[in-house]
């Protein structure tokens, strides 16, 4: 939710911004496939999910360039990967002032009660990766878990039972072709405060 303070501050009122777990890997092609789509259709949604977390796609929106599709987010369960509108950053902000339940799990009850018009992308150009203890999570360290390991593979199997397009990896990874040596560069220089790497669980912020 911090993310949201930051975006709402900091961008004009109808900008939009990438919000991005440190889990997941992109297609390559990500900023080409946002751009291809037409600007009537960013005037509408309040999300769009560059992720999707295998969930089902409601009604088709629009179908364009590279094999990407929008449809109308049934379950939007999934925050890893999606792009917001800094005023619906702020409205959030007022909604979930003091939330009940996991941050994502109110976003689906406030698009299921038309609080919120969210989009998502299908394919998803991101997914989450598998954490592990050798490939762990800031943001999601309880990941590592046997028992959310085992949850995560039956939510998959049903995910895809229903009809739902699972994936576990991408058309062209861009995870696949990173230079870590200057990702690990680019946060020592870039990240501050509470986003430093190790001030993230001890910022006091709930549902970050």
Not at 84 to 105: G, N, Q, T
Not at 124 to 129: E, G, K, N, V
Not at 202 to 208: A, F, I, K, Y
Request: proline share 4%; charged share 20%; with cysteine.
């Amino acid at each position: 939710m911090q993310i949201w303070s930051a975006i709402t501050f900091s961008t004009n009122n109808d900008s939009w911004s990438l919000v991005f777990e440190d889990d997941i890997d992109l297609e390559t092609l990500t900023l080409e496939v946002l751009q291809s789509f037409p600007n009537d259709l960013w005037n509408k949604p309040d999300l769009i999910y560059l992720g999707s977390c295998g969930n089902i796609p409601g009604s088709k929106i629009y179908e364009g360039a590279y094999g990407y599709r929008i449809h109308q987010a049934l379950n939007p369960s999934c925050t890893h990967a999606y792009a917001i509108r800094s005023y619906v950053a702020a409205k959030l902000l007022r909604l979930l002032s003091s939330p009940r339940r996991a941050v994502d799990d109110e976003i689906v009850l406030l698009s299921k009660s038309q609080k919120l018009l969210v989009y998502s992308i299908h394919p998803p150009l991101a997914i989450q990766r598998s954490i592990t203890s050798s490939n762990p999570s800031d943001v999601n360290p309880v990941k590592v878990s046997w028992s959310f390991q085992v949850k995560a593979h039956i939510d998959s199997m049903l995910r895809w039972w229903q009809g739902a397009e699972v994936l576990d990896k991408l058309k062209d990874s861009a995870l696949a072709k990173a230079d870590f040596e200057k990702a690990v560069e680019w946060r020592e220089k870039n990240e501050h405060g509470i986003w430093k790497n190790g001030n993230r669980n001890n910022s006091g912020c709930v549902g970050c």
